[in-house]
């Protein structure tokens, strides 16, 4: 395993996540575990009338890179459709599986020394996977 994945910069990230707690009655909820490591991230949304997320609430129990992974994509997803969040989701997915360039997300880049460790990508895939589900989840429930 590539130290070099393991930097103060990612350490920094793991713990600042600035929606740490689930959110009361959301409108879309989505868990997500990693069968490799056991981490998992729950994440919560509420969309604004605009149909963007208004209000993000997360739950994380995973190793260093699922919760730095994790604290971009909470910086990030308010205000964000959620087809903006499937998109990048994808693109995350292709950029792991060296299908593609890094996704169009703040921060993503942070992980290119682990694009050829296949084991931690499951981790830094989690928390985009649950939020991309929950604001889906959340979009479904919303008043036509």
Same mark, same amino acid.
């Given at each position: 395993?590539?130290?070099?994945?393991?930097?103060? +910069? *990612?350490?920094?990230?793991? @713990?600042?996540?600035?929606?740490?707690?689930?959110?009361?009655?959301?409108?879309?909820?989505?868990?997500?575990?990693?069968? *490799?490591?056991?981490?998992?991230?729950?994440?919560?949304?509420?969309?604004?009338?605009?149909?963007?997320?208004?209000?993000?609430?997360?739950?994380?129990?995973?190793?260093?890179?699922?919760?730095?992974?994790?604290?971009?994509?909470?910086?990030?997803?308010?205000?964000?459709?959620?087809? +903006? *969040?499937?998109?990048?989701?994808?693109?995350?997915?292709?950029?792991?599986?060296? =299908?593609?360039?890094?996704?169009?997300?703040?921060?993503?880049? *942070?992980?290119?020394?682990?694009?050829?460790?296949?084991?931690?990508?499951?981790? @830094?895939?989690?928390?985009? =996977?649950?939020?991309? =589900?929950?604001? =889906?989840?959340?979009? +479904?429930?919303?008043?036509?």
């Amino acid at each position: 395993m590539s130290m070099d994945l393991y930097t103060p +910069e *990612i350490s920094a990230l793991a @713990i600042g996540n600035p929606f740490p707690e689930r959110l009361a009655d959301a409108a879309g909820s989505a868990e997500k575990r990693s069968p *490799i490591c056991g981490s998992r991230v729950t994440v919560d949304v509420d969309l604004g009338d605009d149909g963007r997320v208004a209000r993000v609430g997360t739950v994380v129990r995973a190793c260093l890179l699922g919760q730095a992974s994790s604290t971009l994509m909470a910086r990030h997803v308010v205000g964000r459709s959620p087809e +903006e *969040i499937a998109a990048a989701r994808d693109a995350l997915t292709a950029w792991l599986a060296g =299908e593609g360039a890094v996704p169009d997300w703040p921060g993503l880049d *942070i992980f290119t020394p682990g694009l050829k460790l296949t084991a931690r990508h499951p981790s @830094i895939r989690l928390a985009f =996977e649950a939020a991309a =589900e929950a604001a =889906e989840r959340a979009r +479904e429930k919303a008043p036509a």
